[in-house]
């Protein structure tokens, strides 16, 4: 089991954002899920989405936020992540603006699922700042998009 005792920063942070997006290129960053009462504890122990155990014994001056950097190595990082994972389902009007879609999906990294003929993208920022990078097919109508209930799950095999 590792012992967490501080809280190394946010995954926002200019230098420590620029290491995750490398980690995140290997599949390096696992993520500690905690729910949204559990936040302001100081002490708990938890199962990493990779299946590591960690206990969390932060001193009285720090408290777990969504995006707070737990471990940060050369090799692999854990970050928590607060509350249901949210989901915003984009849906392409036609075969070219799927294309263009999966093309702006791919170059910007998002992570992805698939359901019901939608691309659904997982929210770590606010949605504005997805729709904003798709621009034109936003903006033109030519991908509808919704933010998915997190208590529904519209995932396919």
């Keep these: 089991m590792r012992m967490i005792q501080q809280i190394l920063g946010s995954r926002q ?9 490398r980690l995140d ?6 993520i500690l899920r905690v729910d949204g009462a559990d936040v302001a504890r100081r002490r708990l122990r938890a ?3 990779g299946g ?3 206990a969390l014994a932060l001193p009285r001056d720090q408290a777990l936020f969504d995006g707070a950097v737990l471990l940060l190595e050369e090799n692999r990082a854990i970050v928590v992540r607060v509350g249901a994972e949210r989901w915003l389902r984009l849906e392409p009007k036609g075969p070219a603006d799927a294309l263009e879609l999966g093309y702006h999906a791919g170059n910007l990294h998002w992570r992805v699922r698939f359901a019901d003929g939608a691309l659904l993208v997982a929210l770590e920022g606010p949605v504005e700042s997805y729709l ?7 903006e033109e109508g030519r991908v509808a998009h919704s933010v998915v209930d997190p208590t529904k799950d519209t995932d396919r095999a």
């Design 25 to 30: 290129h290997h599949g390096a960053v696992d």
């Design 13 to 21: 942070d200019g230098e420590i954002a620029a290491r995750l997006h």
């Design 132 to 138: 904003v990078r798709l621009g034109a097919l936003v």
């Design 52 to 54: 590591e155990e960690i």
């Design 47 to 49: 199962v990493t989405a």
